[in-house]
């Protein structure tokens, strides 16, 4: 009878500190609206929802009209309310007509702009007596779907933990929006990874009939966007990123591979920000998310040799109807654009001799410009390809061929000398070689200026200029010194 009434009295205690207790989600969630996905036995199966947060009420409100609402009750341990930092929170959670239940929720930051949640595997009809053993860690389960919000500008994108270049081939049961399509025709296919400064992640299918069907790009034939938030779940990584134009939405694609990424990896390319366990029977993956098997390869260096080949593995029957063939730009050496001695996307040109020379930054970083090369910081060496416009004298089309796997790139430089200093700008996108679609890369398509973006100006000031009497005076110097040494 005794332990009876001090089990009472101690469930009473409890109730009465939890209804004392001042309970408040984070700040940071109060004033925006969060999107995702939520699965309460309710809705059956998962329903986009929009999810707001009050002071201490979590309300969700799906598609479906089911309203579901998580009360926060106490807070477990110390927490900030200034922002996310892994708080956990008991909660009085209703969904539709289910009974009232209990669960405990702890909140994980992934970014400013995604949080994830991880909730009882097991919700109490009533409340626990020990709340603390209730909310360990063993007890909670990952959320499969994270919540998001738009972001405010630009400025909240991240880092991608994914660089360089890889060649991408589809799973062997990709469905493709042209059924029956060869599927010889789209490989191999190529994911870039911010390879050079101010560009973006890009996944390019080479034309839409090479599109995933679950990719969800209409007409376009490649996908490209910034990231949002990445981390690592067991052995592999999570990488959120908004496509580009909606980074004000709460579309995003989930890209996962192995975290101790290779040369030679498996990736799988979500249309959406499904997360949870890597395998499919432990994870929230089974619930609809679309998703496409990539297995990516990280290319060895290319010369200037290897731009005169062949990008398609079904070039010997390709249709090389006059430049602008369906398939010439994929089979440049079979369709006869380019041999030994020649090639008609990568005809060398030179700059103006009067930009010849070092030229400094206000942060004394060096730009070099010796005959058709320009060597910019960070971007590495560019060369002046023989793509021009009579308009526009002082634009420049130029190749980069980055060292880590990317694919030799196609950009638009800006060169105006004036007062004895040189301003230059250069486009943050890029077209890649041998092109994209069905066409071969041109002035218009590498610098168009309705479909690039640009870095701002910036002025240089003459360093040493480079002529030829100053190289073979180095070169002179230099064989001195090696004759001294050995």
């Given at each position: ?339 030994d001695t020649y090639n008609r996307i990568a005809t060398r040109c030179e700059f103006p001799s009067n930009y010849s020379g070092s030229w400094r930054t206000a942060s004394n970083s060096v730009f070099t410009v010796i005959s058709g090369t ?113």
């Amino acid at each position: 009878m005794m332990s009876r009434l001090v089990a009472v009295f101690c469930v009473l205690v409890n109730g009465v500190n939890l209804a004392r207790a001042t309970c408040s989600f984070p700040e940071t969630l109060l004033t925006d609206n969060w999107q995702g996905h939520y699965i309460p036995s309710a809705s059956q199966g998962n329903k986009v929802l929009q999810a707001n947060f009050t002071t201490d009420q979590m309300d969700v409100q799906l598609r479906s009209s089911v309203v579901c609402s998580r009360r926060c009750i106490s807070a477990i341990g110390d927490v900030s309310n200034s922002y996310v930092n892994g708080q956990t929170y008991v909660v009085r959670e209703t969904c539709g007509s289910d009974a009232v239940t209990f669960r405990c929720v702890h909140f994980l930051n992934r970014s400013t702009t995604v949080i994830q949640l991880k909730s009882s595997k097991f919700p109490l009809q009533n409340l626990p007596l020990n709340t603390e053993g209730f909310c360990t860690d063993d007890n909670l389960g990952i959320e499969s779907w994270p919540l998001a919000r738009p972001l405010r500008d630009e400025t909240e994108f991240e880092d991608c933990p994914l660089t360089g270049g890889f060649e991408m081939t589809l799973g062997t049961n990709t469905k493709y929006l042209l059924p029956n399509f060869p599927r010889d025709v789209c490989s191999p296919l190529a994911l870039d990874g911010s390879c050079l400064p101010g560009e973006k992640l890009s996944f390019d299918f080479k034309d839409r009939f090479c599109v995933p069907a679950k990719v969800r790009l209409t007409w376009k034939s490649s996908l490209q966007g910034s990231c949002t938030a990445s981390w690592q779940d067991g052995n592999y990584t999570l990488m959120l990123f908004a496509a580009e134009g909606q980074y004000k939405t709460i579309s995003r694609y989930t890209l996962r591979f192995p975290a101790n990424n290779r040369n030679i990896m498996n990736a799988t390319l979500f249309a959406s920000p499904a997360l949870g366990s890597p395998e499919p029977e432990d994870s929230g993956l089974d619930v609809g998310a679309p998703a496409v098997e990539l297995h990516l390869k990280r290319p060895e260096l290319r010369g200037w040799s290897d731009l005169c080949q062949d990008n398609q593995d079904d070039c010997d029957w390709a249709i090389c109807d006059g430049r602008y063939g369906p398939y010439g730009h994929r089979c440049l050496r079979s369709c006869g654009h380019c041999n030994d001695t020649y090639n008609r996307i990568a005809t060398r040109c030179e700059f103006p001799s009067n930009y010849s020379g070092s030229w400094r930054t206000a942060s004394n970083s060096v730009f070099t410009v010796i005959s058709g090369t320009i060597v910019v910081p960070e971007y590495g060496d560019m060369t002046c390809i023989d793509f021009q416009s009579p308009d526009l004298p002082n634009r420049f089309v130029v190749l980069s061929m980055p060292n880590n796997g990317c694919r030799p790139r196609y950009k638009c430089l800006d060169l105006e000398k004036t007062d004895g200093k040189l301003r230059w700008r250069i486009n943050n996108g890029f077209e890649p070689w041998p092109g994209y679609g069905v066409r071969l890369p041109s002035f218009t398509s590498v610098c168009n200026e309705t479909l690039r973006d640009w870095t701002e100006w910036e002025t240089l000031s003459r360093g040493i200029q480079v002529t030829p009497s100053i190289l073979i005076l180095v070169l002179f110097v230099l064989a001195e010194l090696f004759q001294a040494i050995f």
